[in-house]
């Protein structure tokens, strides 16, 4: 299994938290009390499901080894466990920061992700 888990974030919401020096997640992060992640695997669904037709995104590689312990991986969607961070994203564990535009079929169009 790879180190790296992604976010989907509005490109906004990431400059402000970059302005700010901290990342403490979007609001259903805020609700839940832990910032949601997701794998390779599942950053195609979690688009879909929760970003559908959002314009402005980013996706936000990062470092899941670098978290540590703050990093846990919680069964959700369908029963498969997905990376949840209890506590402010350190932005030292962040790898790169890429667009997420909308293709011509509406569905996000990632990049490589590795």
Known sequence: MSDT???IVP??????ARASGRFEGA???????????????????????HFAGQTDLLLIAID????????VYEP???????????GALPFDAVLWE????????GQHVFPEMN
């Open 11 to 16: 490109a906004s919401l990431w400059q402000s």
């Open 27 to 49: 609001a259903i992060d805020l609700a839940d009390g832990y910032i949601h992640f997701s794998t390779a695997a599942q950053a195609t669904e979690t688009a879909a499901k």
């Open 64 to 71: 899941g080894a670098a978290l540590g312990k703050a990093l």
């Open 98 to 105: 890429k667009a997420l535009p909308l293709g011509d079929d």
């Open 76 to 86: 959700s969607r369908g029963g498969q466990l997905f990376p949840h961070l209890y």
């Open 5 to 7: 888990i992604y976010k």
